[in-house]
């Protein structure tokens, strides 16, 4: 059957930018489904989504006019039901038979599928033996595009993800004057829909197909642009309507020319210059132009004063420019912007922007000047007027929290002689000092007019505030950086200090809200414990702090009081589970996971090292079968219940037994020293050498014998192998 491909475009009024990409590959990929379901679209048929702000479009190649003939088979019911002894139809059947359309009439003689064509006995298709079913073989016409195409279109409309439905008023068109509510994201405004050069007859959202769209609102060179086929929509619209339909080709288009942009301002400067990256800026910027064109402008130099990140943070969030960053990383006094037009003198363009702008950065200054009147120390007080949780306290009381667990985890890591050069450049008591302080102003920075008007910047302000007071790097960073790790891939704290702080903060947060219940389900996480989850287990591992995991949440549940219930195992198993999942993200295989993980290891500055190391002692052709023969023993114990690794060499009569004893006393000692050193790989690997007396024993001995001495003497035997094998990690996991 010949084909064409087929355009369909919804012409709307400015959709949310921050949905359309998502709103535009939902339209496309869905049109296509749904007609590849209806045999209108076949395997080889491709679609190419369209978005810009005033439209959403679908190009589906390979679409067919009619869809091919087909058999139906509608299963029945069991003969036995459906017939009785005389072969006639039973009242069941007859329901049945009206129910999927048949015209049925009660045959005058014979068996009732010899006079209604398309009824047949079949086998039971559950796969009974001498139970045969009726079904009813029904031949239906391939369906015609209008028909397909009419209820593709209706069923991507109703699946789409729109963030928020719109209720507007639609003319009637009929004879009698009216109007009709319509539910979409945007009101629509007309109906493209072409299958090569012929319109679809269907309708959407009250509007009728045709094969004329719109343009640019003010670059058009026609309007309304016809198409003149399907293939041709987007060259058409691009020459006729300056648009550029593609929502790929625009991002490109905008990427290519903020670095042909910034290119020019590297020559302006005589240093290199580079737009921020920021993807969801520009994906944002993309949903906002049809034809998008790059200026320079550029600001005052004096509002370089003011914080950069304040200044990247307005333009960006408000104003939607592209800051200029040089190869050290400071900003630049000139930016970006991408404008919806083209003219021909782009001065008032730019010269509108700048002035927009100005004001701007003049809040930010005003902010910041404002901010550095008074101390950081001086709005601890007020935190206590502001609410944290209802069941939690103040913020005032989370600080104090905070405050707490910080300082009993500093004091942890000084005990274990964690605190000491090159990680830390000044004493102990100093180090507690600055734990102390940086803690108790963390969050007073809430309170400020900067973080007020944009709160994403808790934390880097609380860093240039507490400099502007006198306090050093150490506590400045530790301010900034206890927000850290804020996403997935972020860098952890710069210093101890802001180590131990952030660590403090999301234990806080996940004891808390595990304390009163407030646990993740399915997707849905509002306080982002399992980022915060993240976070600490990722400094745990990283920073390689001597820190037992059991330890840092009985401190950080202290520092509640009766205030909440111990979250105990519940919030242990959430964090083994998110450190799993980041370990597989880190390229470790689920059996070298598992094995590590089965012993419930309490210090996770090793878990890396042990991963490695179960990683290598799996490469070795022992392994298999030690895996094998660990998984063997342990399955023994289980059954025992508790046995003491103790043999009595008077008892070892067997060879094997005796072979293995003899193993285990020499392998012991050269890997307990390899334990000592930390050297976990050399550990297992001397394990390797027990494969053969472990092999032998398990073929040669009865560990389960008659006599009581000489089962117990085995059983201690096992033991102190099972001991042995599994003390970096349960070897039996790795057992195919």
């Known amino acids: 059957m010949s084909t064409q491909n087929l355009l369909v475009e919804l012409f709307v009024e400015e959709l949310p930018p921050k949905a359309l990409q998502k709103l535009g590959d939902a339209f496309s990929s869905r049109m296509l489904e749904k007609l590849r379901q209806l045999g209108l679209a ?30 139906v088979q509608h299963k029945l019911m069991p003969a036995a039901v459906g017939l009785d002894g005389a072969g006639m139809p039973t009242p069941a059947l007859v329901k049945k038979l009206v129910g999927i359309g048949v015209s049925l009439q009660t045959p005058t003689q014979g068996p009732i599928q010899d006079n209604i064509q398309g009824l047949k006995r079949i ?30 279109l209706d069923e991507a409309l109703a699946k789409l993800p729109i963030p928020k439905l719109m209720t507007y008023q639609l003319e009637t068109n009929c004879e009698l004057p009216g109007w009709s509510s319509v539910h979409f994201v945007r ?53 006729l309507g300056a648009v550029m339909a ?37 994906n944002e910027v993309t949903a906002l132009v049809e034809r998008p064109k790059v200026l320079v402008c550029q600001f005052d130099q004096e509002f370089l004063d003011v914080p950069q990140e304040c200044l990247i943070l307005t333009m960006q969030a408000n104003l939607k420019y592209f800051p200029l960053l040089d190869a050290s990383g400071l900003l630049t006094h000139y930016f970006l912007v991408v404008s919806n037009i083209n003219p021909a003198d782009p001065s008032a363009v730019v010269g509108g922007n700048e002035r927009v702008v100005r004001p701007r950065l003049a809040d930010a200054q005003f902010f910041f000047d404002q901010d550095r009147k008074l101390p950081l120390a001086s709005r601890v007080e007020g935190l206590h007027k502001v609410v944290y949780h209802n069941k939690l306290g103040s913020q005032a009381e989370r600080m104090q929290r905070v405050y707490n667990i910080a300082h009993h985890i500093a004091e942890l ?113 509002p306080f982002a414990l399992r980022r915060h989850a993240l976070g600490v287990l990722r400094m745990l591992t990283e920073k390689q702090l001597p820190l037992e995991l059991q330890q840092l949440l009985a401190v950080s549940g202290a520092a509640f009081g009766p205030l909440i219930q111990d979250p105990g195992a519940a919030l242990t198993e959430f964090l083994i ?102 050297d976990l790989a050399a550990y297992l690997k001397s394990l390797a050498v027990l494969r053969v007396p472990v092999d032998a024993f398990f073929e040669g001995v009865m560990v389960n014998a008659e006599n009581e001495a000489l089962r117990l003497n085995r059983q201690g035997l096992i033991k102190q192998l099972h001991q042995a094998m599994n003390r970096v990690a349960d070897l039996s996991r790795l057992a195919a």
């Open 413 to 525: 890591l000084v005990q274990a002689g964690a605190i000491k050069a090159p990680i830390v450049e000044v004493p102990c008591a100093d180090f507690l000092n600055q734990v102390d302080t940086a803690s108790r102003l963390s969050k007073a920075d809430l309170l400020t007019d900067m973080v007020g008007e944009f709160p994403e910047l808790q934390g880097i302000m609380g860093g240039y505030y507490a400099r502007h007071d006198g306090h050093d790097d150490a506590i400045a960073w530790a301010i900034e950086d206890h927000y850290k790790p804020r996403f997935a891939g972020d860098v952890l704290p710069r210093n101890m200090v802001g180590v131990v702080v952030a660590l403090a903060d999301k234990l806080e947060t996940l004891v808390g809200m595990f304390g009163i219940g407030n646990v993740p389900t399915g997707d849905k996480d």
């Open 187 to 239: 009101p629509v405004h007309g109906l493209l829909a072409l299958h090569g050069s012929d319109v679809v007859a269907v309708q959407a959202l009250g509007l009728n197909a045709g094969a004329t769209t719109h343009g640019h609102r003010f670059e058009a060179l026609a309007d309304p642009v016809p198409i003149a086929h399907a293939d041709e929509y987007a060259q058409t619209l691009l020459e």
């Open 246 to 282: 593609s929502f790929g080709d625009r991002r490109k288009e905008i990427e290519q020319q903020l670095q042909q942009a910034a290119n020019v301002v590297s020559g302006l400067l005589g240093r290199n210059v580079q737009p921020v990256q920021d993807e969801a800026l520009l």
């Open 577 to 678: 589970d998110r450190l799993a999942g980041l370990l597989r993200d880190q390229g470790y295989g689920p059996h070298e996971i598992d094995a590590v993980l089965a012993l419930h290891p309490q210090r996770l500055d090793d878990v890396l090292t042990k991963l490695d190391a179960v990683r290598t002692f799996a490469a070795l052709p022992e392994s298999a079968a030690l895996a094998a023969a660990n998984k063997r023993v342990g399955n023994i114990l289980k059954k025992l219940g508790s046995v003491e690794p103790v043999v009595q060499t008077g008892l070892l009569c067997e060879p094997a037994e005796k072979a293995l004893y003899e193993a285990i006393q020499l392998v012991l000692p050269q890997a307990q020293s390899f334990l000592e050193a930390g």
């Open 42 to 71: 076949d395997a080889s048929s491709h679609a190419t989504p369209y978005a810009s702000p005033r439209r959403l479009a679908s190009h589906i190649t390979h679409v067919a006019a009619q869809a091919s003939d087909q058999t």
């Open 123 to 152: 086998e039971d298709p559950s796969g009974k033996a001498g139970a045969p079913y009726l079904v009813y073989e029904q031949h239906q016409q391939g369906l015609k595009l209008e028909q397909g195409l009419q209820m593709a």
